[in-house]
């Protein structure tokens, strides 16, 4: 992808370029050492916050997910089932050449444009190719600038579409449909599964590798933060589907916040035994 993913105003960006020919040395700028400051701050929130929060969190996923699997056989659940379904699919498409390039710039723009607006910014100049996209907008923040990576934007889309057709269709229900002398049954909720499972491993794969060739979204908010922030968000979405996926009350959102705590307790003793 190309490195003008995310873009300034076209007024910010002409102060800039007359802020550059004004200037005999651009490090002295009152407005670079603000940014720098700004980016100083967000590295000592990286280390102190955003670190300790990602290892508890990332621990304590891989915590639930073994009670899951060797306690509780949540693999055998038809929700993983068909979520690995399209996780599978997905490997194999992209193992085999196949590059939607297109359609991950067009949501990775759109994610750009609707937390800007989201945030009260407008949209004055948007555009998408396979090549690269931009957003120009008049206002600009961490969550603006980190949006494609923190949202995996077709599965919201797919959780809306199905969230919508639930309301008028039984997803789970069984239903037949006949093909010649072949009957098919099956439920609708599993293609909901797989189609998240397919964009879910979409949004995972181009995160990495955009992130991997120094975005300049990362570089605004200092990489180091960013891919700490990045981290974080994601773990915790797949913690929200795994509870979401759960079929035993014993692995909810309860559960998790006292295995968080009790993770959290033991990585606290496990440093502080070491200083």
């Not at 490195?3 to 005999?24: H, I, P, Y």
């Not at 639930?64 to 068909?82: G, K, P, Q, T």
Request: proline fraction near 3%; charge should be positive; include cysteine.
């Amino acid at each position: 992808m190309s490195q003008n993913t995310f873009r300034a105003s076209t007024k910010e960006r002409v102060q800039r370029r007359a802020d550059r020919s004004a200037l005999t040395t651009l490090k002295r700028h009152p407005k670079i050492q603000k940014h720098e400051k700004i980016k100083k701050l967000k590295r000592l929130i990286a280390v102190l916050l955003l670190f300790p929060l990602g290892l508890v969190t990332a621990l304590t996923l891989v915590e639930m997910l073994s009670r899951a699997v060797f306690r509780l056989e949540f693999w055998r659940s038809e929700e993983v089932i068909f979520f690995m379904i399209g996780a599978v699919a997905w490997t194999v498409g992209y193992v085999t050449g196949w590059r939607p390039v297109r359609s991950y710039v067009f949501g990775h723009e759109v994610s750009h444009l609707l937390v800007a607006r989201a945030f009260g910014g407008k949209i004055l100049d948007w555009d998408f190719s396979a090549t690269g996209g931009y957003v120009e907008t008049n206002k600009s923040n961490t969550w603006i600038t980190l949006a494609p990576y923190l949202l995996p934007f077709y599965s919201l889309v797919v959780l809306i579409l199905f969230g919508v057709a639930g309301m008028v269709w039984n997803l789970h229900g069984m239903h037949h449909l006949s093909l010649g002398e072949t009957a098919l049954r099956f439920k609708p909720v599993w293609f909901f599964y797989i189609l998240l499972g397919l964009t879910w491993c979409f949004h995972a794969t181009f995160t990495w590798k955009t992130v991997v060739i120094e975005q300049s979204d990362l570089q605004r908010n200092g990489e180091f933060f960013s891919m700490l922030l990045i981290f974080l968000v994601n773990v915790m979405l797949i913690i929200g589907l795994f509870i979401a996926a759960s079929p035993t009350p014993g692995l909810g959102l309860i559960e998790v916040g006292r295995c968080w705590l009790g993770t959290a307790g033991a990585v606290w003793s496990f440093f502080m035994g070491r200083f």
